[in-house]
């Protein structure tokens, strides 16, 4: 398969990336900064997904160098925890930008690479939030971006059937990356504690359930949303 990825640079997407190249995939990336990660079958692309033009760009790249996509992962994604009476409208703005529009811009793109791929049911893989269901304090703007992703993937789920194109999406827990070291350990420990699950999320807890929803297993699911953790 030729899997689609954003923000491969570190964290979550990193580690999908490295499993993709594992299991043999071929697998395009990109992020804002440069990339360390090297391999034959990786491809990574610097650009900045909020720019249209760029994004544009990226997907002829794809198209001349692959001919089409197989999947795609709109995993790229950023996150500012303050109370929405002192988030500068600036901010919310940036949010929405690479949340929501830099997904939806990237998808629109990635679709006319999708209907080429040979795959009997390639799908789209929209990351969301714990911040969703639990309306988390401090973090209107980014559980607000993220619902929109939500229901965003539930109407492209319909709108994209008629293509063959499946989309779905994984609304994670805090999951153990460099990321999250940066978070209080208080706070974390909290989350935590309202799973189901009371562990953090592991990237290979998520690689579990992209496999699934990237493979033709997976061929009559669409539009829907699969929490990790028992967070629900």
Same mark, same amino acid.
């Given at each position: 398969m030729i %899997?689609? %990825?954003?923000?491969?640079?570190?964290? @979550?997407? @990193?580690?999908?990336?490295?499993?993709?190249?594992? +299991?043999?995939?071929?697998?395009?990336?990109?992020?804002?900064?440069?990339?360390?990660?090297?391999?034959?079958?990786?491809?990574?692309?610097?650009?900045?997904?909020?720019?249209?033009?760029?994004?544009?760009?990226? !997907?002829?790249?794809?198209?001349?160098? !692959?001919?089409? @996509?197989?999947?795609?992962?709109?995993?790229?994604?950023?996150?500012?925890?303050?109370? !929405?009476?002192?988030?500068?409208?600036?901010?919310?703005?940036?949010? !929405?930008?690479? #949340?929501?529009? +830099?997904a939806l811009n990237s998808s629109r793109e990635a679709v006319k690479l999708l209907m080429k791929s040979d795959e009997p049911a390639p799908c789209i893989v929209n990351i969301s939030s714990v911040a969703v269901p639990w309306a988390l304090d401090g973090q209107l703007a980014y559980s607000a971006s993220k619902?929109?992703?939500?229901?965003?993937?539930?109407?492209?789920?319909?709108?994209?059937?008629?293509?063959?194109?499946?989309? #779905?999406?994984?609304?994670?827990?805090?999951?153990?990356? +460099?990321l999250t070291r940066t978070v209080p350990k208080d706070k974390i420990d909290g989350l935590v504690q309202r799973q189901a699950l009371k562990r953090l999320c592991r990237i290979e807890d998520v690689v579990g359930p992209v496999d699934f929803l990237l493979s033709a297993r997976s061929a009559f699911v669409t539009g829907e949303m699969i929490y990790l953790g028992g967070v629900r």
């Open positions: %899997v689609f %990825v954003s923000g491969t640079r570190t964290g @979550l997407g @990193l580690g999908l990336a490295r499993w993709l190249l594992d +299991a043999g995939h071929h697998v395009v990336g990109c992020s804002r900064k440069p990339s360390t990660l090297c391999h034959e079958r990786y491809r990574f692309h610097q650009v900045d997904l909020t720019d249209h033009a760029a994004v544009r760009s990226l !997907f002829r790249s794809i198209r001349t160098e !692959f001919g089409r @996509l197989d999947g795609m992962i709109n995993n790229a994604g950023t996150s500012v925890m303050n109370h !929405f009476m002192t988030t500068p409208a600036a901010t919310v703005r940036d949010i !929405f930008d690479i #949340n929501v529009f +830099a619902g929109a992703v939500e229901q965003a993937t539930r109407v492209m789920s319909r709108e994209l059937a008629g293509f063959g194109i499946r989309v #779905n999406g994984l609304g994670l827990p805090p999951v153990a990356t +460099a």
